[in-house]
Nanobody
Framework: QVQLVESGGGLVQAGGSLRLSCVAS????????MGWYRQAPGKQRELVAT???????YYADAVKGRFTASRDNAKNTVYLQMNSLKPEDSAVYFC??????????WGQGTRVTVSS
C-alpha cells in the first residue's frame, strides 16, 4: 500500500524559510517522479515542483529561485526547501506520486502560514 506523509509546515514571518519533507512507502521510490503541490484557501491546488527519479526538476514560476526541491532515495524522502517566503506562499502543501504510478487521493498535507 502506497503511503505518503508530509511534515515540516508551520508559521513563519515573511522572508523566512521552512523545509518540508515527504516520506513515501510502498513504491519503487528511486524511479518514481514525485510532485509537491499547494492549495491556498479558496484557490485550486497547484503544482509547485516535480522531482523526477533522474533529470531536471521543474518549478512553477511563482517559486522559481526561492524554492529548492530535492530527494534522498536512501530515505524514500523528497524535500522542499522554501526560502524568502511570502504571504502568498501560505497554503497547505502536499506531495504525491507521479510516473510510473497513479497519483493518490490527497492526504492532509502540511500547512504553511507566512505572516507579513
Amino acid at each position: 500500500q502506497v503511503q505518503l506523509v508530509e511534515s515540516g509546515g508551520g508559521l513563519v514571518q515573511a522572508g523566512g524559510s521552512l523545509r518540508l519533507s515527504c516520506v513515501a512507502s510502498g513504491i519503487n521510490f528511486r524511479i518514481t517522479t514525485m510532485g509537491w503541490y499547494r492549495q491556498a484557501p479558496g484557490k485550486q491546488r497547484e503544482l509547485v515542483a516535480t522531482i523526477p527519479g533522474t533529470g531536471t526538476i521543474y518549478y512553477a514560476d511563482a517559486v522559481k529561485g526561492r524554492f529548492t526541491a530535492s530527494r534522498d532515495n536512501a530515505k524514500n524522502t523528497v524535500y522542499l526547501q522554501m526560502n524568502s517566503l511570502k504571504p502568498e506562499d501560505s497554503a497547505v502543501y502536499f506531495c504525491n506520486v507521479d510516473w510510473p504510478y497513479t497519483p493518490l487521493s490527497w492526504g492532509q498535507g502540511t500547512r504553511v502560514t507566512v505572516s507579513s
